[in-house]
């Protein structure tokens, strides 16, 4: 029940553009988060510092008129572009579960919302830019997977953006994948690694990554391609991380470890 109300939120902000209703169901999913992560964590500072922060963006969200700040205060509410730095140092407090929340449900919230006040790709190309380069300095498990996740929904909101008739499509796709995987255990991965390898929806992100490379001219079709390069030797980065911390427990699973690689390499 609790999934198909947020169901119902997401396509009730793509259906009606009103913005004091946005700001309602706004308070409503966050009012949803700290309610777990008070139940999870019990970590009152944190509750504290989201709950202000957040509001804090949703009030100048109700007072602004102009288009340009608009989007900029959606796009940090939720960490895209090249503000996801304002979030890793709290992702890292948070338990799994609420971290998995977060992860999917934080993003889906706005997504409808930055379609309508979308004012410059290169804001997400940024954020696409800096994710990558950040990728190469982060050695904890919950920092690789947030920049894996923003690197890949930067692009995912491009190509929502050109397509709207594809980005309904692609969010119905979203849930049903999501779920299946959270109620069917299909692989032997944790839900942290299978959203790490593959970036729910399931290798939508090579999709979104041959588009680009089929859309635009010359030049950014290499650039694409060296930033995909540096992604994938970014992902090697952290598997030689893990070969050289638990060396012999992966020489215990190396039939886990190979899939591994496998996997990631079909993503990329």
Known sequence: MFYFLFFFMFYFIYFFFNMLVWWMLFFFFNMMFLFFLLYYNL??????????FQEMLSFFFLLSLNLFFLFLLIIMKVGLGPFFFIYIIFLKKLNNMVFVFYLFFGKLMYMPIINFFFFNWLIFMMGFIMCVFFLFLMYDKKELIFLNSME???????????????????????FLIFFLFLSNNLFFFNMEDLMFLLNLPLNLVFFIKLFFLVSFNFFLLNFFLLMMLFGMISYLFFLLKINCYYYLLILKDLKNFSMIVFVMLLNL
Not at 43 to 52: A, D
Not at 162 to 168: G, K, Q, Y
């Open 43 to 52: 970590i009152y500072f944190l509750f504290l510092l989201y709950f202000l």
């Open 152 to 174: 890949s929904n930067n692009l995912m909101f491009l190509l929502c953006i050109f397509f709207c008739l594809d980005f309904f499509i692609i969010m119905i796709m979203y």
